[in-house]
């Protein structure tokens, strides 16, 4: 597969739950989960894609966190690929994944919780579908 510049030109949480049950160094270990649809543009010579993913942020026994969100992201390829679907599904899971890590601390923090990403943080698998 040929080598692309992708870009994430925006990200959006539309909808958010948040449910917390712990004290200050209490979480050890946080999981992100989430599962993905992509939606092409009907020009072809948008460079852009949206991708909808739904979220799951939690610890593992999911007694001290959990978090679910609907979120939205906007990528942009260069150069435009074939089949958009495909690359989307080899490029941007990281980037979604990291993106809503970051989002679900700042969040937290803002709420006055303490919590930071680090060597704990475990990533599970993504999927992506393809939407029209």
Request: hydrophobic share 35%.
């Amino acid at each position: 597969m040929a080598g692309y510049c992708v870009e994430l030109l925006s990200s959006h949480i539309n909808k958010l739950t948040v449910d917390v049950n712990f004290e200050e160094s209490a979480i050890t270990q946080i999981e992100v989960n989430h599962s993905a649809s992509v939606y092409e543009p009907k020009d072809e010579t948008d460079p852009t894609i949206l991708i909808k993913a739904d979220c799951v942020i939690k610890d593992p026994s999911e007694e001290l966190l959990k978090m679910t969100c609907e979120t939205e992201f906007v990528f942009k390829f260069d150069p435009i690929p074939e089949n958009r679907s495909a690359v989307a599904a080899d490029y941007c899971p990281k980037i979604i994944h990291e993106t809503i890590a970051e989002k679900a601390v700042a969040i937290l923090n803002s709420m006055g919780h303490k919590l930071r990403l680090g060597e704990s943080t475990t990533v599970s698998t993504v999927s992506v579908s393809e939407n029209d």
